[in-house]
Each structure stands twice: as C-alpha cells, then as structure tokens.
C-alpha cells in the first residue's frame, strides 16, 4: 500500500446560495482589505458585483484585478502583484474558473515572497508565510480549489510551470453551485472533460494512494452521473452541484496522486496549436486509457463499476475510453486529432515536448517519445 502524507488544506463549504457567506468567512480570517482576481466574464455574469456586495456588507474595503486572460501568464501575474502592491490587501480571492484561481495564487507568491513567479515554478519554494486565500470556482473543471499548485505560462519561454506549496493552498473552497448556471454551453463541457480526466488519471497513477483513490472514485462517480445531465438540461442545479464537487473532489486527489499520460500529451496541443486544454485532454484521454489499460484493466473496472456493472476486467478499459468518446460527441466536442487538423508531421516535436512533462512522469506506464508517438497517431482517429 502506498503511502502518504495527507492533509485537508482548504475549508470546503457547499451549497446554494453559499456566495452569500463570502463576508463572513473574509472577517473570520481578518481581512480589511481584499483583492479579487476574477476575469472579464465573471464580471459580465454579474458575479463580482455580487462578491463586492457581500464583502462591502461586512465592512471590507474591497479592490479588483482583471487584466489576465485563459492560461495565465507570467506578465499577468507581474501585473496582478504590482495592483496588490498598490492596494496592499490582507486577503486574496480568486473568482472564476482555473485561470482565476492560478492567476490569484501567483500574484499571492510574487506578491507574499518577492521576485518572479519563475522563482516558485517546482514544489515547496514559497520563502514566507502567504495571505490567506479564498478560492470560489464559478466552473466544474480544474479543482484549482482544491490544490496548492498554480499553473503559470511563462510569457517569453511558453513553458507551463507548476508552481506549488503547501502555503499556497487556499483557506476556503466556496462552493456556490448557482455561480455554474452562468457558464456557457461550451465552457459547460470543456471544464465537464476536464475535471473528468482529472479523475480518471488520478485513479492510476504511480502515487495513487487510499486517500486519492477515495476522491478519485466518488469524484468519477459525480461527475460521470451528471455530465450529460448538465449539457442536456443547464438549469438543473443539483447536477450542476454534482459537477462542482466532482471536481473539487478530483483536485484534492491530485494534491496526492498527480496526473498522467493524457495531461502530458495534451499540453502541447495547447502550446503548439492554441487547442484549449479541456478539448486537447479529452481528444487524447481514450488512447491513454486503452494503453493504461493494458497494464492495470482491474483499475479502470473498479472506475467504470460506479456506472455499470462489469464482469470482465479485461473489457473495461475499452469501455472506459469509447464512454469518454460518447462525452466528447455529446458535448460536440472534437474526438481525434484530425478534426483538430493537427498535422501528422507535427508528432514527433509534440512527443519531445510531451516527454519532458512532469505530469507524465506520475503515468503508471513509463512514457518514452515512441510510445507518446503511439498515443498520438492512435488519437489521429
């Protein structure tokens, strides 16, 4: 049995309605001065007001930062800490989907410990105590709530660099499943696959362990029972709710158990073909699975079994991955790499980029350039 070092970071507060207490929690933790980070379509859907309010009503002075888009960088974080600089705020509260919430944890490192967010790309570099943070996801995807990493494109190398501490962890998760009723069709099923990935890679991975296994499990559960409920019916709050606590649930297991192959092989889709990360794990999930599979098919039966019954172990993880397949269909999303149009000329230098991804080192199969180039061309279609 594997061990691990495990501790609950985060308050996790669920519920309807819960945005309301946002004001409560900010004077528990004594704050006169807060710093929202939250970006252009937070502010739109009429969430920041809302967040203003709560804290305004509580007696806090209340400052914003919004400059910084999808798969923050190392510019906007710069940014970001020059505005808390200004502002000087005893609490920092991440607003959103991913990016929100990473964007609040870099400027949080620069700002709290100096330097470059460069400096903090690895584990455990944090140089000071941090402010305390408040992370309210406004999607069901990255689990960034959950976890006390942030992912930080550097501007000038395009490099995506984790940058983690146990410092960096958030004080409280609040999860307020009416903030997701906002998200459009599209967002919906882009963050849907990627918190499912999340937990179906965290499930087999080399550090897979009794307490990332436990969220891992119930996190897939979740998540699979309502993905296509929240597509097909987008006002149904309780899958809605289903989802969010998916995917926190899926980053608390990958505070422990890390991610694999698919996460690996996504990255440079992104980086070389602007393919946006929820479509580019998705599209390279069922392969990773399959080949997985051939190593460990009782672990993805024990997954599949919180949807179906399965008799033969050997069966599942081709189950499994035409099951992520009919996801990404119903979510009209793309299901191979042709309809990216991703050249076939173009998989040797995504297997170099992909082979020197942290997140594939944690892969229960040992990843070499041939074997990624395998994973994509058997993506292809």
């Given at each position: 049995?594997?061990?691990?070092?495990?501790?609950l970071?985060?308050?996790?507060?669920?519920?309807?309605?819960?945005?309301?207490?946002?004001?409560?929690f900010?004077?528990?933790?004594?704050?006169?001065?807060?710093?929202?980070?939250?970006d252009?379509?937070?502010?739109?859907?009429?969430?920041?007001?809302?967040?203003?309010?709560?804290?305004?009503?509580?007696?806090?002075e209340?400052?914003?930062?919004?400059?910084?888009?999808?798969?923050?960088?190392?510019?906007?974080?710069?940014?970001?800490?020059?505005?808390?600089?200004?502002?000087?705020?005893?609490?920092?509260?991440?607003?959103?989907?991913?990016?929100?919430?990473?964007?609040?944890?870099g400027i949080?490192?620069?700002y709290?410990?100096?330097?470059?967010?460069?400096?903090?790309?690895?584990v455990?570099?944090?140089?000071?105590e941090?402010?305390?943070?408040?992370a309210?996801?406004?999607?069901?995807?990255?689990?960034?709530e959950?976890?006390?990493?942030?992912?930080?494109?550097?501007a000038?190398?395009?490099?995506?660099?984790?940058?983690?501490?146990?410092?960096?962890?958030?004080r409280?998760?609040?999860?307020?499943p009416?903030?997701t009723?906002?998200?459009?069709?599209?967002?919906?099923?882009?963050?849907?696959?990627?918190?499912?990935?999340?937990?179906?890679?965290?499930?087999?991975?080399?550090?897979?362990?009794?307490?990332?296994?436990?969220?891992?499990?119930?996190?897939?559960?979740?998540?699979?029972?309502?993905?296509?409920?929240?597509?097909?019916q987008?006002?149904?709050l309780?899958?809605?709710?289903q989802?969010?606590?998916?995917?926190?649930?899926?980053?608390?297991?990958?505070?422990?158990s890390?991610?694999?192959?698919?996460?690996?092989?996504?990255?440079?889709?992104?980086?070389?073909?602007?393919?946006v990360?929820?479509?580019?794990?998705?599209?390279?999930?069922?392969?990773v699975?399959?080949?997985?599979?051939?190593?460990?098919?009782?672990?993805?039966a024990?997954?599949?079994?919180?949807?179906?019954?399965?008799?033969?172990?050997?069966?599942?993880?081709?189950?499994?991955?035409d099951?992520v397949?009919e996801?990404?269909?119903?979510?009209?999303?793309?299901?191979?790499?042709?309809?990216?149009q991703?050249?076939?000329?173009?998989?040797?230098?995504?297997?170099?980029?992909?082979a020197?991804?942290?997140?594939?080192?944690?892969?229960p199969v040992?990843?070499?350039?041939?074997?990624?180039s395998?994973?994509?061309?058997d993506s292809?279609?």
């Open positions: 049995m594997q061990p691990f070092d495990f501790q970071r985060p308050r996790i507060v669920f519920g309807p309605g819960s945005l309301e207490r946002l004001g409560q900010a004077v528990e933790l004594g704050a006169r001065r807060a710093l929202i980070v939250s252009a379509g937070v502010v739109a859907a009429g969430h920041f007001r809302a967040a203003v309010r709560f804290l305004e009503q509580a007696g806090v209340v400052h914003a930062f919004h400059d910084f888009a999808e798969n923050p960088t190392s510019a906007m974080v710069d940014s970001g800490a020059v505005v808390a600089r200004r502002c000087q705020p005893d609490l920092l509260i991440g607003l959103g989907g991913g990016s929100s919430m990473d964007c609040c944890k949080n490192f620069v709290s410990c100096g330097g470059r967010v460069q400096d903090y790309h690895g455990g570099k944090a140089t000071s941090m402010l305390p943070m408040i309210i996801p406004t999607t069901a995807g990255t689990g960034s959950a976890q006390s990493f942030a992912l930080i494109s550097d000038e190398t395009h490099v995506k660099m984790a940058c983690g501490d146990p410092r960096a962890a958030c409280v998760a609040l999860l307020d009416e903030l009723l906002t998200q459009p069709p599209r967002v919906t099923a882009l963050t849907g696959i990627d918190a499912l990935s999340h937990a179906i890679e965290t499930y087999v991975t080399l550090r897979r362990n009794p307490i990332s296994i436990t969220f891992s499990r119930r996190a897939f559960g979740l998540l699979a029972h309502s993905f296509s409920r929240v597509l097909d987008p006002q149904n309780e899958a809605r709710g989802m969010q606590l998916g995917a926190c649930f899926a980053g608390l297991a990958i505070e422990t890390m991610l694999g192959a698919a996460h690996a092989t996504a990255n440079p889709l992104t980086a070389r073909y602007d393919v990360h929820g479509q580019a794990v998705g599209v390279m999930l069922p392969a699975i399959r080949m997985n599979g051939r190593q460990h098919p009782e672990w993805y024990e997954l599949l079994s919180e949807l179906e019954p399965v008799e033969d172990p050997a069966e599942a993880p081709d189950r499994l991955a099951r397949v996801y990404l269909r119903h979510a009209s999303l793309a299901t191979n790499l042709e309809e990216l991703i050249p076939s000329e173009g998989i040797a230098a995504m297997a170099v980029d992909a020197a991804q942290w997140t594939g080192t944690f892969n040992p990843l070499t350039e041939s074997l990624i395998d994973l994509y061309r292809r279609a």
